[in-house]
């Protein structure tokens, strides 16, 4: 009986020190949370109204140049840094300006026509920059295909560079799904 009550007491004291260690890394993740929630709270400064027509203006010259078809004005509203590079939808990676022209020349050579329509955009302050994310739908005509819609959804990092907002990176994707079920609703 009292190997029982012995054993009964293990339980007990794993029971315990399992009840206390799920407490403490709770009050851990809830003092990790509320510091970065501290931290979100300084970083979430609202953009200037100046800093954000330049933005606009930016992406709107992006729109500009993909119906336009031209790649060289694509090249031009990259960094001058050669660490710049682009992630296409398809997910080839495009380091440095001239193989985002080329990449983005490639790409207008098999379509008759392409205009975007941004559908969202968020645009977020991080140093001495900019993070955007956003979606957008290309209205399509490919030279060998029926006209199409493409959804991309992207984000980038853009900077102040000679006065003037430029991209340093930007990463643009396909949905791989419609819809998504893990998605936040706000």
Do not use: C
């Not at 809830?30 to 203006?57: P, W, Y």
């Not at 509203?77 to 710049?84: E, G, I, M, Q």
């Amino acid at each position: 009986m009292k190997r029982n009550e012995k054993a009964l007491s293990r339980r007990q004291m794993l029971g315990r020190a399992a009840g206390l260690s799920g407490l403490a890394l709770t009050g851990g993740v809830a003092s990790i949370f509320a510091r970065e929630m501290e931290r979100g709270v300084q970083t979430t400064r609202a953009l200037d109204e100046k800093v954000l027509a330049a933005n606009r203006e930016l992406d709107r010259r992006l729109l500009e140049a993909h119906k336009l078809k031209d790649a060289a004005m694509v090249e031009g509203l990259f960094s001058a840094s050669p660490d710049v590079f682009f992630i296409s939808p398809g997910g080839s990676l495009n380091k440095g300006r001239d193989s985002i022209r080329r990449s983005f020349q490639l790409f207008f050579d098999h379509l008759e026509s392409i205009q975007g329509d941004i559908k969202e955009i968020s645009y977020i302050p991080a140093g001495d920059g900019v993070i955007a994310v956003g979606t957008v739908i290309y209205s399509r005509k490919p030279k060998s295909a029926p006209a199409d819609q493409r959804v991309v959804i992207w984000t980038d990092y853009r900077r102040l560079e000679g006065g003037k907002w430029v991209y340093v990176f930007r990463h643009a994707h396909w949905p791989v799904e419609t819809s998504n079920p893990a998605a936040t609703r706000e």
